[in-house]
């Protein structure tokens, strides 16, 4: 991966999307896909924060790369996630207080999502600044439209809400808004995918990365 | 040996480095969000009581709840006093909801406002729903308590979240019992049944 055209920084992003989506195809950070997937605004919320946090992430790793000493390099990263997710809190914290009080609870949680710190490892710290960021907003809105898809499907079976709007007149099923509900929901868009994938694309097309 | 002060000063330069960063940007932000969150708490003050002058709500002491200690205040309109409010907290089931509470001259409850709290998303979150919060309007203490049945004389739980429901009915109570003590003469020989509300509910 060393030149790179404007085709390979798009099936980079795309990478993120769909071939290794975080959730669904590479199966990390579903602690956090599980615990706030329960409203889509929630999800969203989430996502746009872990966004921010990776592409900072991995541009700063690329850039410091040569400098970092490969023995100690878990260290090294696990310090300028911390450091990316403090100034994100603070920053919300001073400035934009409503979206702190609906975020404030996540933000700090990033810290430690394995799929900041793998993709700092497996890509950041193997290339340049520009792929490294796309990479990262890849993988961002891989994990925003994870955490998207699972909390509409939730939302709108344990709640009959969508971003909080009523929609369905019915009792809702309250063991969809629990955890539990969070492995039913992934395991079936797991599933889903995977179906997909064998019987449209021969077990390569939209994946790819499946395994 | 080489290796090693290598790697020490690898990693010092990232720690130190990055410790400005933050240090800098904490710097910049922690007065900004000092002024945002005093003027927070005075607009949260106003809205408790709307009908007391600009400057009428002022601090009438404090008290302790849960080791913790919280201001209570006397909202005035010119000599008339129109509204008591505490601050206060119950322990939920992943945090401390934080909380105002504020009263009638006659110690009914006139507001209640959820000022913050770390409970579960979609389930404990509730507590904020008017559907929830509104309940405790115009109740006096001795109504103060949570069932788990549909109810217009007590406050009602919510389905799948009723640690956090009886942490805001606990922390609402705690406050409403507090004031009554202070202010209401008259009320007082409610307060022994105080203690049977916080047990007994399981």
């Given amino acids: 991966m060393s030149a790179h055209t404007k085709s390979s920084y798009w099936s980079i992003f795309k990478n993120g999307l769909f071939g290794e989506n975080p959730v669904f195809r590479l199966a990390l950070s579903l602690c956090p896909a599980v615990a706030v997937t329960n409203k889509v605004k929630n999800g969203v919320l989430m996502g746009v924060a872990v966004l921010f946090v990776m592409v900072m992430v991995n541009a700063t790793v690329s850039l410091i790369r040569n400098f970092i000493n490969p023995k100690v390099r878990i260290p090294s990263y696990m310090f300028i996630i911390a450091t990316w997710v403090t100034v994100t809190d603070l920053v919300i914290a001073a400035y934009s207080r409503a979206v702190y009080k609906e975020m404030g609870l996540y933000i700090m949680l990033i810290v430690a999502f394995a799929i900041v710190l793998s993709r700092a490892e497996v890509f950041a710290m193997r290339n340049k600044l520009l792929p490294s960021m796309i990479d990262g907003a890849g993988m961002g809105m891989g994990f925003l439209l994870a955490l998207v898809i699972l909390g509409v499907f939730r939302e709108l079976l344990g709640s009959g809400t969508l971003w909080g709007v009523p929609v369905v007149q019915a009792k809702p099923l309250l063991i969809m808004v629990l955890p539990t509900g969070g492995f039913f929901a992934m395991g079936l868009v797991m599933g889903l995918l995977h179906w997909d994938d064998r019987k449209y694309f021969g077990g390569t097309g939209s994946g790819g990365g499946a395994h | 040996m080489k290796d090693m002060i290598k790697i020490t000063l690898s990693l010092l330069a990232i720690f130190l480095a990055a410790g400005v960063v933050m240090g800098l940007t904490y710097k910049t932000t922690s007065p900004v969000k000092y002024i945002a969150e005093q003027k927070e708490k005075q607009e949260a003050l ?18 302790t709840s849960h080791a913790k200690t919280y201001d209570y205040y006397e909202a005035k309109a010119g000599k008339r006093l129109v509204a008591y409010i505490a601050s206060t907290a119950g322990k939920g089931y992943s945090s401390y909801i934080k909380m105002l509470v504020s009263l009638d001259p006659d110690l009914k409850i006139k507001d209640i406002k959820i000022l913050g709290h770390g409970e579960t998303p979609g389930l404990g979150d509730q507590i904020e729903e008017p559907a929830f919060i509104g309940q405790f309007k115009g109740k006096s203490l001795p109504q103060i308590v949570l069932v788990k049945v549909e109810t217009k004389e007590n406050i009602q739980a919510i389905s799948g979240a009723t640690i956090s ?18 202010y209401g003469a008259g009320v007082k020989a409610v307060s022994k049944g105080h203690q049977a509300g916080h047990e007994g509910r399981k």
């Fill in chain 2, 165 to 182: 429901s009886r942490a805001v009915t606990n922390g609402v109570k705690d406050a409403v019992q507090m004031l009554v003590d202070q």
């Fill in chain 2, 46 to 63: 106003r809205a408790m009581a709307p009908e007391a002058d600009a400057d009428g709500i002022k601090g009438a002491g404090a008290w």
